[in-house]
């Protein structure tokens, strides 16, 4: 069976003149459908945020051959790890703050501020010509983008309890689409001169700075992004003692008489700390996945890879961005409202299992039956990924009130973006020891990759069940 909403408090009609937040509980009140406008703001905010994430993973190996920073062929995997991580230190380092700040000042001028941050650094990153300026600028860009967590919150608060997990979808499945989205970019457009050499000299610009072309392609469309954030409207209320000054509406999860404690009992929430946990399990798993994925498609076949071109693994990625879409429109909404939250993660967390240990056997295949079986597992492993990621999401934001859901997911942030660090990282020194044991008798190289992916999946798959998670009392789940 699926879930029941939660709970909603009886409507009245105590708001406070000038407040934003009571503006939005007007209009919900006013309008119980499903509100178009607002969510696309989400999604295009959400899409030009995550953009610049991964869309340096198709061009990460020739970037760091380019910039002479590793000895040998087999060491770049080691440096690339390093780099992909430096977007997701910053955001560890930053993203507690932004969440607190979304609650204080308002979810509207952080988004702002984040779109905005993406449109400098990242353009910045394009124009790296030394391996400290690359790291520096992806570190950054990591630090002052706090999109994620006031985003989330914002998603939930301009709609009904019951579009609540349409709202959260919207936001994983646009953040997901980005992640799809950058890679195809810069997997077309990155090199440009040596792509499309009858359109870009090398002499050029582009040339030059081969990286830059899909660097301003997303900081352009960041910049029509920022200026449509102008009409987003602010969902934070701006006056004292909400919860017992006014007991309306749709927006709140927990009862409106609870009184408003401070962060301190945030760490001490366990159904909000277990949902943080296991989701961050998940995004670790993600990452490395990402990162592991583009560099083993473009890695030669006599290291157990595909030798796929950067031009192959953006298109490799395209599709299975396309293939969320398509999941997200027409099958998730439908699987969430009969399995629910955890069983969905379940599930998907257990089915991910075998779609990760078929990759290192596709080696074996060659043409249009390579084709196929990668295409239709990234599609998969794409799909269950926004069942576990939006569940675990939706966990994190009923466990709290409204006033705390900025902080809260400000936490979640944070010990996500530790783990998405370590992620790259990781994966990529994994990936480069790997490399140099692809002969190896016991779990040849990449096969001991994919088996180290399953083992963290796995994991993540044992939070999910009790005594270790804990669902929120008010919220129903069967």
């Known amino acids: 069976m699926g879930e029941e909403a939660p709970p909603t408090p009886p409507a009245t009609s105590l708001y406070v003149d000038g407040c934003p937040g009571c503006a939005i509980e007007r209009k919900k009140e006013a309008n119980k459908g499903i509100p178009y406008k607002e969510f696309f703001f989400v999604a295009v905010t959400t899409v030009a945020s995550a953009l610049p994430i991964s869309s340096l993973f198709p061009f990460l190996y020739y970037m760091i051959e380019d910039l002479h920073v590793a000895k040998t062929e087999q060491d770049i995997g080691l440096y690339a790890g390093f780099l992909g991580a430096s977007y997701f230190v910053g955001r560890f380092l930053a993203s507690l703050f932004w969440g607190v700040a979304a609650d204080r000042i308002g979810r509207k001028p952080i988004i702002i501020f984040s779109v905005f941050s993406v449109v400098i650094f990242n353009t910045l990153f394009g124009l790296s010509t030394k391996y400290w300026m690359a790291i520096t600028t992806r570190l950054l860009l990591g630090a002052l983008n706090g999109m994620l967590a006031p985003i989330k919150a914002y998603s939930i608060e301009i709609c009904r309890p019951e579009h609540h997990a349409l709202g959260l979808s919207i936001v994983s499945t646009a953040w997901g689409i980005g992640l799809v989205m ?6 077309y457009m990155a090199r440009p001169a040596q792509q499309y050499p009858n359109m870009f000299s090398d002499k050029s610009i582009f040339g030059r700075f081969p990286y830059l072309l899909p660097c301003l392609c997303i900081s352009l469309f960041a910049v029509v992004v920022l200026v449509s954030c102008i009409w987003l409207p602010e969902t934070l209320h701006k006056h004292k003692n909400i919860d017992s000054e006014i007991e309306m509406s749709s927006d709140s999860i927990t009862p409106q008489t609870e009184e408003v404690h401070g962060d301190k009992s945030l760490y001490k929430n366990w159904p909000l700390m277990s949902s943080i946990i296991a989701y961050c399990v998940f995004t670790l798993h993600d990452t490395a996945y990402s990162e592991i994925l583009s560099l083993w498609t473009i890695s030669d076949r006599k290291y157990g890879g595909l030798s796929f071109s950067s031009k192959e693994v953006g298109q490799l990625l395209a599709v299975a961005g396309a293939g969320l879409i398509v999941y997200q429109l027409l099958i998730y909404r439908t699987i969430h409202k009969f399995m629910g939250c955890v069983n969905s993660c379940r599930a998907s967390s257990a089915l991910t299992v075998p779609i990760i240990a078929a990759y290192p056997f596709m080696t074996h295949l060659y043409g249009y039956r390579l084709g196929l079986a990668i295409y239709f597992a990234a599609i998969v492993k794409g799909a269950l990924g926004i069942n576990i990621l939006t569940g675990t ?21 944070t010990a996500m973006s530790f783990f998405k660090a370590i992620g790259p990282a990781g994966a990529g020194a994994l990936f480069s020891w790997a490399q140099k044991r692809q002969h190896a008798a016991f779990f040849p190289g990449d096969h001991m990759v994919f088996f180290i992916l399953n083992f963290v999946q796995c994991i993540g798959l044992v939070l999910t069940f009790k005594p270790f998670l804990a669902v929120p009392d008010h919220y129903d789940l069967k």
Do not use: F, M, T, W
């Open 182 to 187: 950058g890679p195809s970019i810069g997997g």
């Open 393 to 413: 999401s939706l966990l994190q934001n009923y466990a709290v009130p409204q006033s705390q859901r900025g902080a809260a997911n400000g936490i979640a942030a």
